[in-house]
């Protein structure tokens, strides 16, 4: 999604910005801005459509530089991806960039108009450049001005600006989208993502929900959503940018796969002793409240949804603890019922997805017992806001399309499986034999890993399909969903995912040789069930592809490729049935040549609704 980052300082800082921009471009956009002033108090903007490279290029072209400048990564929401519509933008002597959505542009629009504000572009953002140099006129600082101009917005924002007669100052705004102010030495930063200041610092402070700041070389100043002075926290950041070299692989996607082995172990690090979760591994005192949650509410978007809905099936099977999923988007509109002894668990990779965020703040309002977080990115909101988090580890996560997070989460969730399930059904020796099987996932993953050269030519027979489906039963049955979720996103082919038992309920129709069916087999007690559900397509004359256990007795014929998995214990069986399919996705996506890292229309990170 969006990208801000913005800097105020005695050097020029044009490259800094640019430099930010670059680290937040694994989030996700389409066009890409700055705007600079220096002591000729005049903006200069440059603006381009497309990658960040674009934007250098056109900076290269007609260079520009200032001490004070603001920065931007759009991912549009209202107006269509025109140079025209890309952040910053300008209202006189204000320029302003916006993560977010402002839901009533329309009327501020009109009222605007009315005062004699002419518009440029299509977006809901241009309302906030005007709004904000109309407040400017009656206050007596820019900070002032912000004040009461966010008090005139409906919707989520993170938003910094600055005035080319004020020049050595930058003013921002967060509600619902994350801001963090970077802290230098005579030169200050901020931005949506600490990554972004990386290379010019490692000190921050994160704004909270309704805080104002006024930022200038030498000093920060917070308000309160009541407008009131506050201090933030700063905090010292051990994040790594890790992230910012493919080295031998030729996408960050690939390279995150074969990740999976070491973050895998990163998350179990330290968190497992005597057979079982050691019980701080959830946060202090977690096994207190633990011990008397009766119900799980599940809460989370897209893939971490799929990890989910895995969750569901361990959680009421091996801990008895009655487990509901919900898509945040859903659960935050509709009016449900809170059971008792009840906890949210949100999961997201980047703890900044906003309706997730939405959803957390409203199950705390009406009445969810605690909160816990299952998530990727230290300091994000969702860890903020929560009461309890455990962090996946899964080291930055650059390809838009989730791999090494999601399985990261699965693990996190097993583990939360035995946090909960001590307390009740798990018994010593279930909990025993759950340890065992995530201690030896690492090198499970790395075997599976094997499978790439096979998967490769797999994908050759597949590229030209426009249609798809991927089949599985039980805790399978989600995976298929995200090996279809995954095809979908990076390889642009139409998938879908079905629980292998509603086959007969209406997807049989679509059967033919065009429809290749992938199939997640494992040895496991539906194996039987899931073999009559493969002969039920082969009988009307569907091609599949099969990854089975190397027992489950498939055999590769004319109709059938069956590509064989180790064998591993059940439990983390859908962790590791997740590896083949993201391979397959990326070889069919190499294929047919699309943006692996960067799929068309999507973003890394959804901070927006
Ligand atoms: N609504 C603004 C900003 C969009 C955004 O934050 N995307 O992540 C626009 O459409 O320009």
Same mark, same amino acid.
């Given at each position: 999604?969006?990208?801000?980052?913005?800097?105020?300082?005695?050097?020029?800082?044009?490259?800094?910005?640019?430099?930010? =921009?670059?680290?937040?471009?694994?989030?996700?956009? /389409? #066009?890409?801005?700055?705007?600079?002033?220096?002591? #000729?108090?005049?903006?200069?903007?440059?603006?381009?459509?497309?990658?960040? $490279? @674009?934007?250098?290029?056109?900076?290269?072209?007609?260079?520009?530089?200032?001490?004070? !400048?603001?920065?931007?990564?759009?991912?549009?929401?209202?107006?269509?991806?025109?140079?025209?519509?890309?952040?910053?933008?300008?209202?006189? *002597?204000?320029?302003?960039?916006?993560?977010?959505?402002?839901?009533?542009?329309?009327?501020?629009?009109?009222?605007?108009?009315?005062? !004699?504000?002419?518009?440029? #572009?299509?977006?809901?953002?241009?309302?906030?450049?005007?709004?904000?140099?109309?407040?400017?006129?009656?206050?007596?600082?820019?900070?002032?001005?912000?004040?009461?101009?966010?008090?005139?917005?409906? !919707?989520?924002?993170?938003?910094?600006?600055?005035?080319? *007669?004020?020049?050595?100052?930058?003013?921002?705004?967060?509600?619902?989208?994350?801001?963090?102010?970077?802290?230098?030495?005579?030169?200050?930063?901020?931005?949506?993502?600490?990554?972004?200041?990386?290379?010019?610092?490692?000190?921050?402070?994160?704004?909270?929900?309704? /805080?104002?700041? @006024?930022?200038?070389?030498?000093?920060?100043?917070?308000?309160?959503?009541?407008?009131?002075?506050?201090?933030?926290?700063?905090?010292?950041?051990?994040?790594?940018?890790?992230?910012?070299?493919?080295?031998?692989?030729?996408?960050?996607?690939?390279?995150?796969?074969?990740? $999976?082995?070491?973050?895998?172990?990163?998350?179990?690090?330290?968190?497992?002793?005597?057979?079982?979760?050691?019980?701080?591994?959830?946060?202090?005192?977690?096994?207190?409240?633990?011990?008397?949650?009766?119900?799980?509410?599940?809460?989370?978007?897209?893939?971490?949804?799929?990890?989910?809905?895995?969750?569901?099936?361990?959680?009421?099977?091996?801990?008895?603890?009655?487990? *509901?999923?919900?898509?945040?988007?859903?659960?935050?509109?509709?009016?449900?019922?809170?059971?008792?002894?009840?906890?949210?668990?949100?999961?997201?990779? #980047?703890?900044?997805?906003?309706?997730?965020?939405?959803?957390?703040?409203?199950?705390?309002?009406?009445?969810?017992?605690?909160?816990?977080?299952?998530?990727?990115?230290?300091?994000?909101?969702?860890?903020?806001?929560? /009461?309890?988090?455990?962090?996946?580890?899964?080291?930055?996560?650059? !390809?838009?399309?989730?791999?090494?997070?999601?399985?990261?989460?699965?693990?996190?969730?097993?583990?939360?499986?035995?946090?909960?399930?001590?307390?009740?059904?798990?018994?010593?020796?279930? $909990?025993?034999?759950?340890?065992?099987?995530?201690?030896?996932?690492?090198?499970?993953?790395?075997?599976?890993? /094997?499978?790439?050269?096979?998967?490769?030519?797999?994908?050759? @027979?597949?590229?030209?399909?426009?249609?798809?489906?991927?089949?599985?039963?039980?805790?399978?049955?989600?995976?298929?969903?995200?090996?279809?979720?995954?095809?979908?996103?990076?390889?642009?082919?139409?998938?879908?995912?079905?629980?292998?038992? @509603?086959?007969?309920?209406?997807?049989?129709?679509?059967?033919?040789?065009?429809?290749?069916?992938?199939?997640?087999?494992?040895?496991?007690?539906?194996?039987?069930?899931?073999?009559?559900?493969?002969?039920?397509?082969?009988?009307?004359?569907?091609?599949?592809?099969?990854?089975?256990?190397?027992?489950?007795?498939?055999?590769?014929?004319?109709?059938?490729?069956?590509?064989?998995?180790?064998?591993?214990?059940?439990?983390?069986?859908?962790?590791?049935?997740?590896?083949?399919?993201?391979?397959?996705?990326?070889?069919?996506?190499?294929?047919?040549?699309?943006?692996?890292?960067?799929?068309? *229309? =999507?973003?890394?990170?959804?901070?927006?609704?």
């Amino acid at each position: 999604m969006c990208g801000i980052v913005g800097a105020v300082a005695e050097r020029n800082v044009v490259n800094i910005l640019l430099e930010g =921009l670059k680290r937040l471009e694994y989030r996700g956009y /389409d #066009s890409a801005g700055v705007a600079l002033v220096d002591n #000729s108090q005049h903006i200069q903007r440059v603006r381009a459509v497309g990658k960040v $490279q @674009e934007l250098v290029n056109a900076i290269e072209a007609s260079p520009v530089a200032g001490t004070t !400048g603001i920065a931007h990564t759009r991912w549009a929401t209202h107006g269509s991806v025109t140079e025209a519509n890309a952040h910053p933008h300008k209202s006189t *002597n204000i320029a302003l960039v916006h993560n977010g959505i402002i839901e009533n542009h329309a009327p501020l629009r009109d009222m605007l108009k009315e005062k !004699g504000y002419q518009f440029t #572009s299509d977006t809901d953002t241009e309302v906030m450049a005007h709004l904000m140099h109309h407040e400017r006129q009656s206050s007596g600082s820019l900070v002032e001005a912000l004040q009461k101009m966010v008090k005139q917005l409906d !919707g989520a924002y993170g938003t910094v600006m600055f005035d080319q *007669n004020d020049k050595d100052t930058m003013v921002a705004a967060r509600s619902g989208s994350p801001l963090v102010i970077g802290l230098g030495f005579e030169e200050n930063f901020i931005a949506s993502d600490q990554l972004a200041l990386l290379p010019v610092t490692r000190r921050f402070i994160f704004l909270e929900e309704g /805080d104002v700041a @006024e930022v200038t070389k030498t000093s920060v100043r917070i308000f309160d959503k009541d407008g009131n002075p506050v201090e933030r926290e700063e905090i010292e950041s051990d994040v790594t940018h890790d992230a910012g070299d493919k080295g031998v692989y030729r996408h960050y996607m690939l390279k995150e796969i074969f990740e $999976q082995p070491i973050s895998v172990r990163n998350t179990l690090e330290g968190r497992l002793a005597n057979g079982t979760v050691i019980d701080d591994a959830f946060g202090h005192n977690a096994a207190d409240v633990f011990k008397d949650i009766e119900h799980v509410q599940i809460i989370a978007c897209g893939t971490s949804y799929h990890a989910g809905m895995v969750a569901r099936y361990w959680l009421e099977e091996l801990a008895g603890v009655a487990c *509901n999923i919900e898509i945040a988007s859903e659960f935050r509109y509709r009016k449900s019922f809170v059971p008792k002894n009840a906890m949210i668990v949100t999961i997201s990779q #980047s703890g900044e997805t906003a309706d997730t965020l939405a959803a957390l703040r409203l199950a705390k309002e009406i009445g969810y017992k605690s909160s816990l977080t299952i998530c990727n990115v230290p300091g994000s909101s969702l860890v903020r806001e929560s /009461d309890f988090n455990f962090m996946t580890r899964a080291g930055a996560e650059i !390809g838009v399309a989730s791999t090494k997070a999601f399985t990261t989460q699965l693990v996190s969730l097993l583990m939360l499986v035995l946090a909960l399930g001590k307390h009740k059904n798990l018994s010593a020796e279930q $909990q025993q034999n759950i340890v065992a099987a995530l201690q030896s996932l690492p090198n499970k993953l790395e075997e599976s890993l /094997d499978l790439a050269n096979d998967i490769e030519k797999l994908a050759e @027979e597949f590229a030209d399909k426009n249609h798809s489906l991927f089949l599985g039963r039980g805790n399978q049955y989600p995976i298929a969903m995200e090996g279809a979720l995954k095809l979908k996103e990076i390889s642009y082919i139409h998938a879908e995912a079905y629980a292998a038992g @509603e086959l007969k309920h209406g997807p049989l129709a679509l059967i033919d040789a065009e429809m290749p069916i992938i199939v997640v087999a494992p040895n496991n007690d539906l194996l039987e069930k899931l073999k009559s559900n493969v002969e039920e397509v082969r009988a009307r004359g569907g091609i599949l592809y099969v990854f089975a256990d190397k027992d489950a007795q498939f055999a590769s014929d004319d109709t059938m490729r069956v590509l064989n998995v180790s064998h591993i214990d059940e439990v983390v069986a859908p962790i590791l049935y997740t590896i083949p399919l993201q391979l397959l996705s990326y070889h069919v996506a190499l294929i047919k040549g699309t943006d692996v890292d960067q799929p068309r *229309n =999507l973003a890394k990170s959804v901070t927006v609704e």
